[in-house]
């Protein structure tokens, strides 16, 4: 909702916009075990259900054929900026795991992850008014807290995961670009701010920065600093829409 909050000045659930981020994820995850069943057979700790056996390979592709085609058919009742946005969403979940496999190519892994937050949340934007080069902030914001999760992921699974950005760098320098990354939203955030596109009284939420690097400057387990960042993340984007649509006098609207 990011995008059409900052586009329209209120909240606009658009249904046919979540289906496809619904329909278009679930295909990728799918399309990324399929193309890792071999791979992940091998692992001691196998998180693939194709892989264990507990769904069928002819089945999964029956289920990626659906989803992807839904996702594609979602895609013609969009504009044409939202449209091909959501084309290269689709082509980058493809090429993930297949094909180039981005995946194991560092740091187009990061890049990947990053770009699908990104890419999701520019469509929501581009429903409401055409894209601008003031956007790019919004972008930016997003696709580094893409990437953090990514990073925060690999540091978890280091020992299972084939050739990776944090294979490459070490857990520590991972987590070191992680607090990187957030100081950079936090610096767009705060652009953001300053170029209109949220209420000045915004900057308040600046100092709550802090509470979401703790867990990274104390950083001992990324299974729990995940979770942290999760609930954190939840509470703070949680107040600011609230708070948005209070200070702006905004509304919210369904659409189809």
Not at 13 to 27: A, P, T, W
Request: glycine share 10%; charged share 15%; proline share 4%.
């Amino acid at each position: 909702m990011v995008g059409p909050i900052l586009g329209c000045g209120m909240v606009v659930i658009n249904l046919r916009l979540m289906l496809f981020i619904l329909l278009s994820s679930i295909s990728g995850f799918v399309w990324n075990d399929l193309m890792d069943v071999e791979e992940d057979k091998l692992k001691q700790k196998v998180r693939n259900p194709i892989a264990t056996g507990r769904i069928s390979p002819v089945l999964a592709y029956l289920l990626w054929g659906i989803l992807t085609i839904c996702s594609v058919i979602l895609l013609f009742g969009f504009n044409q900026t939202v449209s091909l946005l959501g084309a290269v969403v689709l082509t980058v979940w493809c090429v993930y795991s297949w094909g180039p496999r981005l995946k194991n190519r560092p740091p187009l892994d990061l890049f990947a992850h990053g770009s699908w937050a990104m890419l999701y949340v520019l469509m929501g934007f581009g429903l409401c008014q055409p894209l601008t080069i003031r956007v790019v902030l919004i972008g930016t914001m997003v696709f580094c807290f893409g990437v953090v999760a990514n990073l925060l992921q690999e540091i978890r699974d280091i020992a299972a995961d084939g050739r990776t950005t944090v294979r490459e760098l070490g857990s520590k320098r991972g987590a070191t670009l992680t607090i990187l990354l957030m100081l950079v939203s936090a610096c767009c955030y705060i652009l953001i701010v300053l170029e209109g596109f949220l209420p000045s009284i915004c900057v308040a939420f600046v100092p709550f920065i802090y509470f979401v690097l703790k867990p990274l400057y104390d950083f001992r387990d990324a299974s729990t600093v995940i979770a942290q960042l999760r609930f954190r993340g939840f509470l703070i984007g949680g107040g600011m829409v609230i708070a948005y649509l209070v200070l702006t006098g905004g509304r919210v609207v369904m659409l189809v």
